[in-house]
């Protein structure tokens, strides 16, 4: 199942929207008592629990798309379950993308640590294309804002992209919009939403 939460900012306490590693605790407490699949440092993947800032009239809404419904929310939160409804291949859809547009540099090795040799990529409209290659085609970029923030012990790049694109693939779009796109997606990366163009 699908499952869509909104949480309006003024409804959580959060010292800091840009401590994504906050956010991470934030988001998972939401599902404390839910009975998540997986081991203890896997519950996150194993339930598809993704997550985004944006920027509403009204200010800060927190996003979260997950396999189950919360269990936790604050008071004012919505969840609603949403059928999958692909789009049919050739349609015209636009698409919202916040990520970690980022490369691997050094090839990894047990000398080499994991986010070691990790580079910030300066076409993100080229890494975009790529990463949703097989899924949709002709993408293009027509916002694109890059933020720093932090994942508790480190830097975070934000991309944070709107573009249009057509389907080539809806199973494979099912498959991003289910388990993101890219990397760190436990703070608040890879949740890619769609509509109709």
């Known amino acids: 199942m ?3 939460t909104l949480v309006a900012a003024p409804t959580v306490r959060v010292k800091s929207w840009s401590d994504h590693g906050e956010l991470h605790r934030l988001v ?3 599902f404390q008592s839910a009975n998540l699949p997986g081991e203890p440092n896997e519950k996150r ?3 598809n629990i993704l997550f985004r800032i944006d920027e509403a009239p009204t200010g800060k809404v927190l996003l979260i798309r997950s396999d189950i ?3 936790n929310l604050p008071r004012g939160a919505k969840t ?3 059928p999958w409804q692909m789009p049919e291949a050739g349609a015209a859809i636009r698409f919202r993308l ?3 547009a980022i490369r691997r540099t050094r090839p990894v090795t047990p000398a080499v640590k994991r986010g070691v040799g990790m580079s910030p990529v300066d076409d993100v409209a080229d ?3 790529n990463k949703l290659a097989g899924a949709l085609d002709d993408v293009t970029l027509f916002s694109h804002d890059r933020s720093v923030v932090t994942s508790g012990k480190s830097p975070l790049q934000l991309d944070a992209v709107d573009g249009y694109a057509l389907v080539h693939d809806p199973e494979a779009v099912q498959h991003l919009l289910k388990t993101g796109v890219g990397r760190s997606k436990a703070f608040g990366c890879g949740l890619l939403t769609i509509a109709r163009a």
């Open 69 to 71: 419904a919360p269990t």
């Open 127 to 129: 890494w975009m294309t």
């Open 28 to 30: 998972m407490a939401m």
């Open 98 to 100: 916040t990520a970690n």
């Open 80 to 82: 609603k379950a949403v």
């Open 2 to 4: 699908n499952h869509l």
């Open 45 to 47: 993947a194993a339930s």
